[in-house]
């Protein structure tokens, strides 16, 4: 077996992996069926469903949360009069309860048939089963009765059999909660027992990439970590090899086809592909896009995806620089390829990782035409025009000065050279937010989209936006502001990044791609269990998860709207309170050249 990177040889990284692999192995034929019960759910279905049991219903019960928050409860006052800290005695809770919500949220949209006929339809993963298994392994490991496994693999056995005998869930939705508890233990087990005891590090400096435990080196250092972009990177392209060309990119079919209404001299605020989507950029952006209309489509699309891989890279290199410092190059573009926002981009085709790759290049390096890359951005896309009252408020005139004229320049350019277009876009387009399709929908995160979800009037929710964006220009400015005079510039970059999300009238997933910036800040800071929620909510496609609760009618109502808005708050909440987080830490950006200083203002 030493051919395995050595953090699967270790037990922790074994029960991740075997129980990786095994959510893999039941998933999957369960996806490709369409929910639908595969033969062996209907073969256990056959010889063990009894519903009404009472034995079973009984026996369920040792994988409820009734029965095992009380009995963790007790362990954690047992633990905390002993001297155990509270962090420590909490923890197991919080882990249950972390994973628990994951398993609600993550397959709610995964409906499949009850086994018994008539009954409510189920969803995939039982959390019994997850609950039973993690939760008395937990017991435990925090009794120190770590040689009674076997009787917590017969409790979750019992338990996942029981769902199984009441009907109430197929055989591979059991299987998928045992193996959804077993990466949460070896997640856990894998966690430093002393990783509060570390100076802070901020306070000890950074960490050299080669320090660390088995699996940061692994990370940082290995030829096999690579593997794991490599395999992150089929989750967003093999949707795109596998739908129809129509419907392939629907974005990118935009610009092709705008870019061609331009060069033929019409109206390109006219133009409609085949499912009725209005091209809605300024136009310098469709002067760029003229060029794309000359390339064979299919070639095109190509070129996208590699010219967005690049990007990314881009992005992970220079604007989450000490996320990679921390786990590596590999793991933080496998994270990116993973997220909802990149895969949206790809999906759709968009250009959110070309503009945040202008903005990093721009803001997060020293470099003699600092504001170039910025005026372009907001010349193709308007929102990051957000950048602009932080560069007067931090007199960097020079920046400002480059990045106004860039984005005057270029949009006067695009004005001129497509002036049938420049009309229509000067007198209609630029105030018209309907042309982006219905605004309320749960992909908009913006705060406007928020509050359009929230039933009120139209008249009420345009007074209630422009306040509110309003006072966040003003917050985020000035949080920005004061990170950049404590020398954190990427805090700044972050903040404001977050703030082009929230006050924009329109935020689609794709453009929450922004968020990644504050990530990095957080990371910088040291903050890495923020980071790691963080890097959760822009996973998971909590929109739509959120939508699909609404309508299956399962909880409560105000829950799901928390998981519908939870990527916009996200960004909400970095305008607030980043700032506060990381004051006083200062970002790392290279020095200045002795050239590139003499220009400076």
């Known amino acids: 077996m030493r051919w395995l990177p050595s953090v699967v040889r270790t037990p922790a990284g074994g029960a991740v992996l075997a129980g990786g692999v095994t959510l893999l192995f039941v998933l999957v034929p369960v996806l490709a069926a369409g929910g639908q019960p595969l033969g062996v759910d209907a073969w256990v279905a056959r010889g063990l469903v009894h519903p009404g049991s009472r034995a079973a219903s009984a026996v369920a019960q040792l994988g409820s949360g009734a029965v095992l928050y009380p009995v963790l409860a007790i362990v954690a006052i047992m633990r905390r009069v002993s001297g155990a800290p509270w962090r420590a005695v909490l923890t197991p809770m919080l882990v249950l309860a972390a994973a628990q919500m994951l398993e609600a949220v993550t397959f709610v949209t995964l409906v499949r048939p009850a086994p018994v006929d008539g009954a409510v339809d189920v969803s995939f993963s039982s959390g019994h089963a997850l609950t039973a298994a ?3 392994a937990l017991v435990l490991r925090e009794a120190g009765r770590r040689r009674w496994w076997p009787l917590v693999a017969l409790a979750a ?25 077993a990466v949460a233990l070896g997640a856990l087990a ?17 960490e050299p990439a080669t320090t660390g435990g088995p699996v940061r080196r692994w990370l940082t250092s290995s030829g096999w970590a690579w593997m794991l972009p490599a395999s992150a990177l089929l989750v967003p392209v093999v949707p795109l090899v596998l739908v129809s060309g129509p419907d392939r990119m629907k974005d990118l079919l935009v610009y092709y086809g705008a870019g061609g209404t331009a060069g033929t001299g019409s109206d390109v605020y006219e133009f409609r592909t085949v499912f009725d989507m209005p091209f809605t950029y300024p136009p310098f952006a469709a002067t760029l896009s003229e060029p794309l209309s000359r390339v064979p489509l299919g070639l095109l699309q190509v070129l996208w995806v590699a010219a967005s891989l690049a990007a990314l890279v881009g992005v992970a290199r220079i604007g989450m620089r000490p996320v990679v410092t921390r786990i590596g190059l590999p793991l933080t573009l496998a994270l990116l390829l993973l997220s909802a926002p990149v895969r949206s981009h790809l999906r759709f085709g968009q250009v959110g990782l070309f503009l945040v790759m202008l903005v990093s290049a721009d803001l997060l390096r020293r470099h003699r035409r600092e504001g ?37 320049g270029a949009t006067l ?58 006072g966040l220009v003003v917050a985020g400015t000035w949080g920005a502001r004061r990170l950049e005079d404590d020398g954190n510039r990427l805090g700044a970059v972050g903040v404001l990044a977050a703030l082009s999300v929230a006050v924009s009238p329109i935020s689609w997933v794709h453009h ?33 998860i959120g939508a699909a609760g609404l309508r299956a009618g399962t909880g409560h109502a105000g829950f799901w709207q928390l998981v519908v808005d939870a990527q916009g708050l996200t960004a909400v909440a970095a305008v607030l309170f980043l700032p506060w987080l990381l004051r006083h830490h200062r970002s790392e950006r290279p020095e200045p050249s002795v050239e590139a200083d003499s220009v400076r203002v």
Do not use: C
């Open 413 to 470: 350019a695009g004005l001129l050279l497509l002036w049938p277009s420049a009309q229509e876009y000067l007198w209609r387009a630029l105030w018209d937010s309907d042309r982006f399709g219905a605004n309320d929908v749960v992909g908009n995160q913006s705060v406007r989209g928020m509050l359009l979800r929230t039933g009120l009037g139209e008249s009420a929710v345009s007074l209630l936006w422009v306040v509110s964006a309003l």
């Open 157 to 181: 056995l019992a338990v996942g059999l029981s769902r199984v005998v009441l009907g109430l869930h197929w055989v591979t939705d059991v299987v998928a909660g045992w193996a959804l508890a």
């Open 134 to 136: 993690l939760g008395w």
């Open 512 to 544: 929450l791609v922004f968020l990644v910036l504050p990530l990095a800040a957080v990371v910088a800071a040291g903050r890495y269990r923020l980071a790691a929620g963080w890097t959760v909510v822009l996973t998971l496609s909590l929109p739509s």
């Open 372 to 408: 170039l890359g910025l005026g372009v951005a907001i010349a193709v896309k308007l929102t990051p025009a957000v950048f602009v009252p932080w560069l007067l408020v931090t007199r960097q005139w020079r920046t400002f000065v480059v990045t106004t004229v860039t984005a005057a």
């Open 190 to 206: 894998a966690r430093p027992e002393a990783a509060a005891d570390r100076p802070h590090p901020a306070a000890a400096g950074p």
